[in-house]
């Protein structure tokens, strides 16, 4: 493949330091991602039918989501630059979607494994990076932005990760990650970004680089690809979850539900050549947490403060009413000195309150540190007639920071 970065001699390069200093600098992890965020330059030509996908008047692919190290990202930028990138629009005619699928089909993809994640044909080499839908009902359209995993950098996603543990104040893993994907980095650029109808499935918009590099080309796959969970396994763990179930409990189910055959396709389904599996695994825990977590409105790539305050924030896109309702006490972290205080009373709690605690007994229950961020809580409760525990408010609050590092943060007034 042709090298760009020559290009950049003398080129007014005012986003990109000069290469020299790249692997001086004493923080390469939030360098990169520095970098990596600065890269919003890439400007593609609207649809005209549509501009909801489109943020203002100019689109962008979303460069950022890729994982490239500094040579990468200045030789994208090049190509950027320099009009050096595949991008055509398509209308729903047969002669304009055979022409996308072509494209598409030219690159082992097609339009059913962008929108059924479980047909994905797990020996291609593009992985999901970013996708955005244009809101629910008729006429949805979706964009999706895939990354060639031959340029898919593992020190980039490991330096994203970074960030993302080092701004929620968690321990960073000082080693390499090792690499899971099937494929060897050869720093390939290939990255496509392709908007479609969800309802009609036509294809129109296609843009990004589409030449894979030399290396690239020439690769076998070097490991085999992980295989991927039944979309209707997750479907079931996740309302039992949302029900309060553990993950012994849904395993148990899990396992149940296979040998009664009971999931979706399972039956006649040969276990040794399927591209999909019906066992649920202690690894698929952590991203059933995360699903759950989606599905419940939290964006885990913000902080958690900064979802609550966007939940109780009226201003903010955010908001809740419902939770703002039930909190009676709030005060955010500003500051590491500050405390993050909330007091819970929802509407049951409060006839709770009323029905077995006013002119009863009210019993504190203190917990030590429920989650890895060391929130300390509270339980106000009452007694009722079954002589049971009935909470009736919540009182949650973070340790301040010094006294978080050894553990502990009651006994002595904040
Ligand atoms: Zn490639």
């Known amino acids: 493949m042709h090298d760009p970065r020559h290009h950049l001699q003398g080129a007014n390069f005012s986003l990109l330091p000069p290469s020299t200093n790249v692997m001086s600098n ?17 400007t593609i030509p609207p649809h ?7 943020r203002g008047g100019d689109i962008q692919v979303e ?21 050096q990138i595949f991008q055509q629009l398509f209308t729903e005619s047969i002669v304009d979607q ?12 097609d339009i059913m494994q962008l929108k059924e994640k479980d047909l994905k044909d797990l020996g291609n080499r593009w992985s999901r990076r970013w996708s955005k839908k244009n809101g629910p009902g008729h006429g949805q359209k979706e964009r999706v932005l895939l990354q060639c995993q031959c340029g898919s950098s593992s020190e980039a996603r490991k330096a994203r990760d970074d960030m993302k543990k080092a701004k929620q104040g968690l321990p960073v893993n000082p080693q390499n990650w090792s690499r899971k994907m099937p494929y060897d980095f050869t720093g390939c650029l290939a990255h496509i970004d392709v908007t479609y109808s969800q309802t009609s499935s036509c294809i129109l918009r296609i843009a990004g680089i589409i030449v894979h590099d030399e290396a690239c080309d020439k690769q076998e796959m070097q490991r085999l ?5 039944h ?3 997750w479907k079931i763990a996740l309302k039992q979850i949302n029900e309060g179930a553990s993950i012994a409990a849904i395993q148990s189910n899990n396992r149940h539900f296979y040998e009664s055959q009971l999931y979706e396709g399972q039956k006649g389904l040969d276990a040794v050549t399927a591209n999909v599996r019906y066992l649920f695994l202690p690894q698929d825990s952590s991203r059933l947490y995360r699903m759950q977590a989606r599905t419940q409105g939290v964006d885990l790539l913000q902080p958690p403060e900064n979802n609550i305050d966007g939940w109780l924030d009226p201003q ?24 993050f205080k909330i007091c819970i009373h929802t509407e049951e709690m409060k006839a709770a309150a009323w029905k077995y605690a006013h002119g009863g007994q009210l019993i504190l229950d203190g917990t030590f540190g429920i989650c890895d961020s060391r929130l300390l809580l509270f339980i106000g409760m009452a007694i009722d007639e079954k002589q049971h525990g009935v909470p009736i408010v919540f009182f949650l609050f973070s340790a301040p920071t010094v006294i978080m ?8 007034r904040p």
């Open 26 to 42: 004493s923080e390469p992890s939030s360098f990169i991602q520095n970098l990596m965020n600065s890269l919003n330059m890439s």
């Open 48 to 54: 005209p039918t549509q501009n909801v996908i489109q």
């Open 63 to 83: 460069l950022a989501n890729l994982y490239l190290d500094i040579d990468q990202i200045q030789r994208i930028h090049a190509m950027y630059q320099s009009g």
């Open 98 to 109: 055979k022409a996308a699928q072509t494209v598409l089909g030219a690159q082992g993809l």
């Open 225 to 229: 690809p992980p295989i991927p969970l």
């Open 231 to 233: 979309s209707h396994v």
């Open 316 to 339: 903010s896109s955010q908001y809740k009413p419902e939770l703002a309702q039930a909190i009676f006490h709030y005060k955010a972290r500003c500051r590491p000195s500050d405390r």
């Open 405 to 412: 590092l050894l553990g502990f943060g009651i006994g002595k």
